[in-house]
Nanobody
Framework: QVQLKESGGGSVQAGGSLRLTCSFP?????MGWFRQAPGKEREGVAGIFTGALNTFYADSVRGRFTISYDWRESEIYLQMNNLKPEDTAMYYC??????????????????WGQGTQVTVSS
């Protein structure tokens, strides 16, 4: 069972930054970050193809969030800048099983970490 472990969440004021880290024993072709706010469905935030480092973003975070991958550390990161109160959510690392779907195909992610909480105050 692949284990994805997130860290780096916390509380920050609007306009601030946080960096999330996801560690895993073995990377998949597509790895990503999702979030779920109270009372809302989980949504895809950012994805990365670990082979060529192509990245995919939800419209709501494009230009503010950056996903990256370090193969030497077996980690992916989510750098979040200019955070807004609506970014408040539990953030999850996830990966896709082997397949031919693009890494922005959010419904194809099937394995999840336990999540890390991000809270942005106004």
């Amino acid at each position: 069972q692949v284990q994805l472990k997130e860290s780096g969440g916390g509380s920050v004021q609007a306009g601030g930054s946080l960096r999330l880290t996801c560690s895993f024993p073995k990377s998949s072709d597509c790895m990503g970050w999702f979030r779920q706010a109270p009372g809302k469905e989980r949504e895809g935030v950012a994805g990365i193809f670990t082979g060529a480092l192509n990245t995919f973003y939800a419209d709501s975070v494009r230009g503010r969030f950056t996903i990256s991958y370090d193969w030497r550390e077996s980690e992916i990161y989510l750098q979040m800048n200019n955070l807004k109160p609506e970014d408040t959510a539990m953030y999850y690392c996830a990966d896709q099983p082997p397949g031919k779907w693009p890494c922005g195909a959010w419904t194809k992610y099937t394995r999840w970490g336990q999540g890390t909480q991000v809270t942005v105050s106004s």
